[in-house]
């Protein structure tokens, strides 16, 4: 079954213990991309990825990390975790963002930050 | 800051009837334009996407997109009670950024 997979899908945290969400793809895309979602505030692009080794800044990039070493994966790493980042997290994977391309998205991990 | 306005709703309409969802966007170098359904505590799955002016219509979905407005809208015929979710829209200006609008929820009454 073509998916997007996130793990953990909850986690509960303390202020500046480092963490890595993961997500994995196994419908071959070359793009894929974090996004943040917060109530009044929509769906934010944290990072992305145009393929391997290839990331960039989305709009809101500030205290995360990513890295792209294979294609499939494209893991999101918070160094020093705060309370803001406290938010539901989705990765999403495309062939890549030509005109008609879709996303499609993880089941999401919903994060708190204590 | 580019952006994408949504109404936040929610948008209430009977069933059988039309549900009209409206989208701004203020940045004209968008090229590609999609719409998003959201049910609560899932992940949002594609609808739509329309990238030349006009409609373009998909079973009971039909999107309009004009340019020089910079409007986006997607309509639902026959709208039933399974279309309750929230509606994002989203803005691409073909350099691998997407913005999102903040949604419109939808509520179909029986």
């Known amino acids: 079954e073509a998916q997007v997979t996130q793990n953990p899908r909850y986690l509960i945290t303390v202020t500046g213990k480092k963490l890595t969400v993961t997500c994995s793809q196994n419908?071959?895309?070359?793009?894929m991309s974090w996004y943040r979602q917060d109530p009044g505030l929509g769906l934010r692009q944290i990072y992305y990825?145009?393929?391997?080794?290839?990331?960039d800044k989305g709009d809101v990039p500030e205290g995360y990390k990513v890295s792209r070493k294979e294609k499939r994966n494209f893991p999101l790493i918070l160094e020093s975790p705060s309370p803001n980042q406290t938010s539901l997290y989705f990765c999403?994977?495309?062939?890549?963002?030509?005109?008609?391309?879709?996303?499609?998205f993880g089941p999401g991990t919903r994060l708190l930050v204590l | 800051q580019k952006e994408v306005e949504q109404n936040s709703g929610p948008l209430s309409v009977p069933e059988g009837a039309i549900a009209s969802l409206n989208c701004t966007y203020s940045?004209?170098?968008?090229?590609?334009f999609f719409w998003y359904r959201q049910y609560s505590g899932k992940s949002p799955e594609l609808i739509m996407f329309?990238?030349?002016?006009g409609d373009k219509e998909d079973g009971r979905f039909t999107a309009q997109l004009n340019k020089a407005s910079q409007y986006v809208s997607l309509l639902i015929r026959d709208s039933q009670p399974s279309d309750s979710a929230t509606y994002l829209c989203?803005?691409?200006?073909?350099?691998?950024?997407?913005?999102f609008g903040t949604g419109t929820r939808l509520k179909v009454l029986a």
């Open positions: 990825s145009m393929n391997v080794e290839v990331t």
């Open positions: 999403a994977s495309s062939m890549g963002l030509r005109d008609g391309e879709t996303q499609y």
């Open positions: 989203a803005a691409s200006s073909g350099t691998y950024k997407y913005i």
């Open positions: 940045d004209r170098g968008s090229q590609s």
């Open positions: 329309i990238y030349s002016n």
């Open positions: 419908m071959n895309h070359e793009y």
